[in-house]
């Protein structure tokens, strides 16, 4: 049976009420409203964005959603995890702090802001699945003594993986520290010396002092390395690498085992939206200030994430000449995480696109 993806257009540029009033829309035509029950916690998966970001999907995007659960009274809260890199997302007192800032505090959009792995990032859950990489994942803690799981993701390039879209932001998004590690462990970066100018960027930026100075250049120690990638993103001379053949296509792979994990315990009370708009050539993670790459499409809602990923680079396709995979990161395949993602069960890649 094909999955059903919903599409609500929007126009390109179309303010923040009205992107809001889209949500509302896709939200109330769609089967979303059927993942809720009474007294429900409900866990709303967002990515509130770094720092100097700006085109994450925004609060009164996400208080629609507060507003739906709410009717049906089920219990709703914001949620996210502690990231690998340094920032202003790095533990919960940063991030909780961050996202107020952001407009995300309780007053703005009517629901409290609880980290899913706890403090620091390892408040965990060993989840056993039937992986081809893991037979079981570190999953954040809170998020399996939820009740019910609402996904907002903001489909971008991703340096790593090609797509980041719903798998990411279930499998990286959702996974513990530790977690997090194990889907980068296949991915260890090196220092181009001829193009090193020792800033000691990558240096302060490491999250595991894994960096050092070798006769006036960085140079990473192997052993210390978790592969997060952070080296890669602040160096502004093209001199740190990787090997992006087997390590990403293992990642991907991880990453959406990972995923399956967080869905374990959650038949048919989990719904995801990708909002397509403000796309990136990077992830929301970035320090910086974003130039979207092309006109805005709209809202996509399904009960499947693996069909809703599939039609994003679909959509983005048809949109652009190019998938927005492609356009970022052309060197990956960022199939590799939709169709391991379908191979272990966890969705659909053939679907019927229902545009509202």
């Not at 967002?46 to 995007?61: D, F, M, Q, R, W």
């Not at 709410?70 to 949620?79: A, R, V």
Request: hydrophobic share 40%; charged share 25%.
């Amino acid at each position: 049976m094909k999955a059903k993806v919903y599409l609500i257009k929007t126009r390109d540029g179309a303010s923040v009420e009205e992107q809001a009033e889209a949500m509302r829309k896709i939200y109330e035509v769609s089967e979303a409203e059927s993942v809720i029950d009474a007294r429900d916690f409900v866990a709303i998966k967002l990515h509130v964005g770094e720092k100097s970001n700006t085109t994450y999907v925004k609060p009164a995007i996400i208080r629609e959603l507060v507003d739906k659960v709410k009717e049906k009274k089920g219990l709703p809260f914001l949620t996210e995890t502690s990231t690998l890199y340094k920032g202003e997302r790095e533990n919960a007192v940063k991030h909780i702090l961050h996202a107020h800032r952001h407009g995300f505090g309780i007053d703005n959009v009517g629901a409290p802001f609880i980290m899913a792995d706890g403090l620091q990032g390892n408040s965990e859950q060993e989840v056993v699945i039937e992986g081809e990489l893991h037979q079981s994942v570190k999953v954040a803690r809170e998020i399996m003594t939820t009740d019910a799981l609402l996904v907002v993701s903001h489909p971008t390039g991703h340096v790593a993986a090609g797509l980041g879209a719903c798998i990411k932001n279930l499998g990286m998004g959702l996974a513990s520290r530790m977690g997090k590690m194990r889907q980068h462990s296949a991915m260890l970066p090196e220092i181009i010396t001829t193009k090193c100018k020792f800033c000691k960027k990558c240096i302060q930026w490491c999250p595991e002092g894994a960096i050092i100075e070798v006769e006036g250049r960085a140079f990473i120690v192997a052993e210390r390395c978790i592969g997060c990638g952070e080296c890669l993103a602040v160096c502004r001379f093209d001199a740190v690498k990787y090997d992006w053949g087997r390590e990403s296509g293992y990642m991907q792979r991880s990453m959406a085992e990972h995923a399956f994990g967080t869905l374990q315990g959650k038949t048919g009370k989990c719904f995801f939206f990708n909002v397509l708009i403000d796309m990136t050539k990077d992830c929301d993670c970035f320090n910086v200030q974003q130039t979207k790459m092309g006109a805005d499409i709209g809202i996509l809602a399904s009960a499947d994430p693996v069909a809703i990923d599939k039609a994003t680079l679909d959509l983005t396709a048809a949109a652009y000449g190019k998938t927005i995979a492609e356009i970022s990161y052309s060197h990956h395949d960022a199939l590799i995480q939709i169709e391991h993602a379908a191979k272990i069960g966890m969705g659909s890649m053939d679907y019927d696109l229902i545009t509202i």
